[in-house]
Structures are given as C-alpha cells and as structure tokens.
C-alpha cells in the first residue's frame, strides 16, 4: 500500500511539471520579439542577428515570387502580433502594392528599411519602376541589410544591444568572407555576359564585375523579335546557358537553349540558406563564364 501511495505522488509530481513546462513554452515564445520579413533571404539576416530572441514571419513563402504574391489571411493575423518589419525597401512589387495595408493592421510597428544606404541601380527589366529592387542577391548589400536589421532590433529591444551587436559583427565576418571567396571565383572567367529569363543579378554583376542579359520584358513573355536578337547574341558570344529562377515559366529559356545548342540552369535568388545558396550561384556563373 505504501508504495502504491508513493508511485500515486511521483506520478502526481511529474504531471504537475509537465503542465508548468508546457504552460511556460508559450511564455517563452511570447518574450520573443516578432519580425515581420518580405522575402526568404531576409530571414537569414533576421535569425543571424536576433538568435533566439526573435520569431519570424516571411510574408512571401518559399516558391512563391514577391512581383505577384497576395497575402493570406493567416498572415494578416501573423503580423497584427508583431514588433518590427523589415521590410526590403527597394521598389518591389509586393511591398509597393501591399505595404501599406498590412502596415495599417498594426499602427505600432516599428518598420526598417532594409536599403537603406545602399546604392540603387536601374532595373534591366522594363516591368520593374525604375529601379533593381533585388538588393539581397549582392553579399555587399547584405551586409548593410544586415546593420539596418540590427539597428532596428536594438531600437525595440535597447536592453539586448550587445547580443544583437555581437550577432551582427559575427554575421559580417562570414558575408565578409563570402564575399572575399566569390570574388577571387569569378575573377578569372573568360566570358562577363550571362543570360537570364528574370533578371535578379543585377547587383550581384555590379559586384563582381559581369554583364546580365534578361529574357523577361515589361513582367511577360518576350517578343518574338527580341527573342531573335539574345539567339543572335548568346551565338556571337558562345552562351550555351539560360538561367532560370524556380518561381518562373522556364518554356522561353528552354527554347532559346534550343536555338543556342545550349541548357537551362536553375539559379534561386529567393533561397533561404543565404550564404550556401551564393556559393552555388557564384559556382554556376564560373562553371558557364570559362
């Protein structure tokens, strides 16, 4: 009977700690400050920086593109609960059209401007207004993305500075590193000029010092006309490769490929492991530009 009544307690006790724990998970998660971010290479920047102390939104998911991307519902719901959004601040479509209605379903929220001191250039796609706003795809510009986003976490969260600072420094080192490495990758390749169904790269050959030719015209499909002059210029210079993003119809490149006795390579701008996907994008440009 006594050891009944003791197996009773223990069990009792573990129960009681049981619940407390699964009653202070929600607790924990709700100290966390929640981040808003536009696209998934802003969460890499957001987690590097903001550890354990931050929980993540990305309002365009994973497959998705931020041209033609709607917001659901659920999401609406995500942002009302949280504290800051970074957004990415170049004139991309799913914020110009969408901003500042999510912005209105929390009047408190404290917005980054993630472009903030970086230097915008012209758009090579007609549909774009203006200006390339695929800042994220150069490790140079992820870097000042990467301070905006720490100025903006120690601004709602002052009493964490040095955490966030320290996260930050470190994250730099490594974009420091990446860059350093993509660098002395594509220095030596023979050919500059590459061809690409939407043109993303456009910071990324500002970087490095290479040439981006965009199939896409005005957001749709090229003309035929246009398409006959890439065939012709793609055989002057010997490009036997078309880059394609996932989200986008690759029919096009495949039969400019055709044409050219070339391939379709996929290259993501939109990846979310950020420094690994800019290995495998500098390694496929080196791999075409021989």
């Known amino acids: 009977m006594f050891r009944r009544i003791v197996l009773i307690a223990v069990a009792a006790l573990l129960f009681v700690n049981m619940a407390s724990c699964s009653a202070a998970a929600p607790a924990r998660e709700a100290n966390k400050i929640g981040v808003a971010v536009t696209v998934l290479p802003q969460r890499e920047f957001v987690e590097r920086v903001g550890g354990d102390k931050v929980d993540i939104t990305v309002m365009v998911p994973p497959g998705a593109s931020p041209h033609t991307y709607e917001v659901t519902p659920a999401q609406m719901v995500q942002l009302s609960r949280a504290r800051i959004y970074c957004k990415v601040g170049s004139p991309i479509e799913f914020e110009l059209s969408w901003l500042d209605k999510l912005l209105a379903q929390n009047k408190d929220i404290l917005v980054v401007d993630c472009s903030r001191g970086i230097d915008l250039i012209k758009s090579d796609d007609p549909d774009e207004p203006g200006l390339d706003p695929h800042i994220w795809t150069s490790p140079r510009n992820a870097r000042i993305m990467v301070q905006n986003i720490c100025t903006g976490l120690v601004q709602a969260d002052p009493q964490n500075r040095q955490y966030y600072e320290d996260n930050r420094d470190s ?5 420091d590193g ?4 993509l660098g002395a990758m594509l220095k030596s390749t023979g050919s500059r000029t590459f061809i690409v169904y939407h043109p993303a790269w456009g910071y990324f050959a500002r970087d490095y010092g290479l040439h981006q030719l965009g199939i896409e015209q005005e957001g749709k499909e090229p003309k035929a006309a246009y398409m006959s002059r890439l065939i012709n210029e793609a055989r002057s210079q010997n490009i036997k490769v078309i880059f394609v993003s996932p989200e986008f119809d690759s029919r096009n490149a495949e039969a400019i490929a055709r044409e050219i006795g070339g391939r379709v390579v996929i290259i993501d701008p ?8 800019m290995r495998k994008v500098a390694a496929a440009f080196k791999e075409v530009l021989k």
């Open 171 to 175: 994250y730099l080192k490594e974009l």
């Open 178 to 181: 990446l860059d350093a490495e």
């Open 270 to 277: 939109l990846a979310g492991d950020y420094l690994v996907n």
